[in-house]
């Protein structure tokens, strides 16, 4: 596939907001691409990616991509009864690549990796952006859910919850302990520099994948991580490795995917450097438990709506976090870790700024979205 050459995966730009999916702070491997402001570059899959817009259209480029094993055409449920799976590079495959189910024929380079047909990206792209979810019935049920949500939908009228790769996730927000975007970012990217493969070298930067478990478990990588000044978060870097190793590597986070939501919570719990809030963001993020709420400083704040005892500046205790996780899937339903992302992206001061100049921002009212109509741009 030519890195010049555009795909499209047909989609509204009303019911994707892609500026706010990918920066919003549930994947930290996307930033805008430095030839346009419009066009975001990024990292999931194994493969190199640019996405834009237009207003009918999600548009793509591959860059650069690592191939995968023939799994593709597994299904989640099918894997842990697969040892060819487990025993064969296991490293290479992800949950999203599994779930994949395609009828076109394979075709396979001479080194015995499958080469894909379009509809493989079409079909990673539409799993990564949840795109069979009608968000706008969504936002339709949350706006009638609170008057909270109305108020703060109208600037995030599209914003995906996405569905990411759990290894991934899970050691993403280790690093985001503690922490900001930017800096999150470039402790994700050391990691995929220094254990990942590459994968290409485009506009003057090298991209690589994200890591197997098994590079990251060896005693030695906490002191390598300390080096590269994670902190504190080297120690849980390695150590969950480690012990995810120990449960299963893959075949554990398809058994999470499988149980209910507050048991593999439960069970993500047992990691070393894994609390409540990181266990909600792998069940919500990447295990498809879309009732986990995970609650945050931002998170906090915003409950204040909901639960008027809550007072700024206190210490955010067990109680309170299982409290305020049960008033959302009270108020927002089986899918309230979705609403919460939307009010998360709502409450962050860059989209706010947006909002305020108009930049990459579009209104939608309430009225609008139980009518159904189009999206209406700011004026500049």
Aim: net charge positive; glycine share 4%.
């Amino acid at each position: 596939m030519a890195a010049t050459q555009w795909y499209k995966v047909p989609c509204l730009s009303k019911n994707l907001q892609l500026k706010t999916t990918l920066t919003g702070g549930q994947s930290f491997r996307w930033k805008q691409n430095d030839c346009t402001e419009d066009e975001f570059i990024g990292v999931f899959a194994n493969i190199v990616w640019i996405l834009k817009q237009t207003p009918t259209d999600l548009m793509y480029q591959i860059v650069g991509e690592l191939p995968y094993p023939n799994v593709h055409n597994r299904d989640v449920s099918a894997v842990a009864d697969s040892p060819k799976i487990s025993k064969s590079s296991p490293r290479k495959h992800n949950l999203a690549h599994i779930r994949m189910k395609i009828d076109e024929p394979e075709r396979y380079s001479s080194d015995g990796c499958l080469l894909y047909p379009l509809i493989y990206y079409e079909q990673l792209l539409s799993i990564y952006f949840r795109l069979n979810v009608d968000l706008d019935q969504c936002y339709q049920q949350w706006i009638k859910s609170h008057t909270h949500f109305e108020k703060s939908a109208g600037q995030f009228y599209a914003v995906r919850q996405l569905n990411q790769d759990p290894v991934e996730n899970l050691f993403s927000f280790i690093c985001s302990q503690n922490n900001n975007i930017s800096r999150i970012s470039g402790l994700v990217e050391k990691i995929c520099s220094n254990y990942g493969e590459k994968i290409c070298e485009y506009q003057g930067t090298t991209y690589y994948n994200f890591p197997s478990v098994e590079s990251l478990a060896p005693p030695h990588v906490e002191a390598d991580l300390r080096q590269l000044s994670f902190g504190y978060r080297a120690k849980y870097i390695q150590k969950s490795a480690e012990g995810i190793l120990a449960k299963g590597d893959l075949e554990w986070f398809c058994k999470l995917q499988r149980l209910a939501y507050k048991d593999a919570r439960k069970e993500l719990l047992t990691l070393t450097g894994i609390g409540p809030k990181v266990a909600d963001c792998i069940c919500l993020m990447s295990l498809d438990h879309l009732q986990a709420v995970p609650v945050d400083t931002h998170v906090f704040k915003i409950a204040q709506n909901y639960l008027p005892y809550l007072v700024t500046g206190k210490n955010l205790t067990d109680k309170m976090y299982i409290e305020i996780g049960d008033k959302f899937r009270e108020i927002y339903g089986p899918m309230a870790g979705w609403a919460q992302t939307v009010l998360f992206c709502a409450d962050l001061k860059q989209f706010k700024e947006n909002i305020t100049t108009g930049n990459d921002a579009v209104q939608v009212t309430a009225d609008e979205f139980k009518s159904r109509k189009p999206a209406k741009k700011l004026k500049r």
